[in-house]
């Protein structure tokens, strides 16, 4: 019989459960109703939900991991993985992509050695590709966080990642 070896990830973050419990009762009143709330605030906290996070706020507002995992797996918002300080947002709808969107984002790639979804090894950055962020008229466009970058070209791309620590 093949045997099969599990491996569990075990994740070293530290969770301040004592500001996690400012979030769930002050701010959320330990309602499970504002599972979403909560969930966004987390993970504007840490970038992402960190597991001991999902699982403390599970037995505080006594809803299934399940249920929590369910909500977070279905809004892309969303990360169960940890991620960069800087959120690198690329697109590659149509209107970007005619006015150079992939040169943009080859260079991104080939800058930071890593592809879409991942994240630096130094977790300075995570890539990510989008279909549309809204302003085509400035295409090729690139978010980084908050911040728009549009009109860009490929040799560009280096001096707006610089801005970024
Ligand atoms: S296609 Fe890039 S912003 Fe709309």
């Known amino acids: 019989m093949k045997e099969v070896a599990m491996m569990e990830t075990v994740e070293t973050i530290d969770v301040d459960y004592m500001e996690l419990d400012d979030i769930i009762e002050k701010e959320f009143g330990l309602n499970k109703e504002n599972l979403i709330m909560i969930l966004q605030t987390i993970q504007r906290r840490y970038n992402y939900l960190p597991k001991p996070a999902l699982a403390y706020l599970a037995t505080k507002i006594g809803v299934p991991m ?83 970058h549009g009109r860009i070209s490929s040799d560009e791309v280096k001096k707006v990642l610089d801005q970024y620590e």
């Open 66 to 148: 399940s249920q929590i995992y369910g909500v977070a797996t279905f809004y892309s918002t969303f990360s169960l993985e940890p991620r960069g300080r800087n959120i690198i947002s690329i697109c590659l709808g149509t209107a970007c992509h005619v006015r150079g969107g992939a040169r943009v984002n080859e260079k991104l790639e080939e800058l930071l050695t890593i592809t879409d979804g991942q994240t630096t090894e130094d977790k300075r950055f995570t890539l990510e590709s989008v279909r549309c962020i809204g302003c085509c008229s400035l295409g090729p466009v690139l978010k980084i966080n908050e911040d728009m």
